[in-house]
């Protein structure tokens, strides 16, 4: 069974910064895809960034781009997401999933994750 532990959220002013880890454990599979995802008061869950099979590819929503940066550690199992330059939008619940298949271009959309942890808080305050 994959449990997934996310950590690192936090309140923060804008323009800081957090990282946020996910601890990964329970699959052994050599194809896979790690994401994260974050869901704001009374809007969907959105892909924010992920990271497809041994860390060469890695797809990160518009938003995002140039502020936030996905990294993984395998010999910790362990997935990282590098958050600078926050801002108030950013504010939300954070999720890392996990999938047991290299998603391509299909990374960012939560339906395709089986595996999801409990979420970690970020707060951006103006």
């Known amino acids: 069974q994959v449990q997934l532990v996310e950590s690192g959220g936090g309140s923060v002013q804008a323009g800081g910064s957090l990282r946020l880890s996910c601890a990964a454990s329970?699959?052994?599979?050599?194809?896979?895809?790690m994401g994260w995802f974050r869901q704001a008061p009374g809007k969907e869950r959105e892909g924010v960034a992920a990271i497809c099979t041994g860390g060469g590819s890695t797809y990160y929503t518009d938003s995002v781009k140039g502020r936030f940066t996905i990294s993984q550690d395998n010999a910790k199992n362990t997935v990282y997401l590098q958050m600078n330059n926050l801002k108030p939008d950013d504010t939300a619940m954070y999720y890392c999933?996990?999938?047991?298949?290299?998603?391509?271009?299909?990374?960012?959309?939560?339906?395709?994750?089986?595996?999801w942890g409990q979420g970690t808080q970020v707060t951006v305050s103006s």
């Open positions: 999933a996990a999938a047991s298949r290299n998603l391509g271009s299909w990374s960012l959309y939560p339906r395709n994750y089986s595996y």
């Open positions: 329970g699959y052994t599979g050599s194809n896979y895809c």
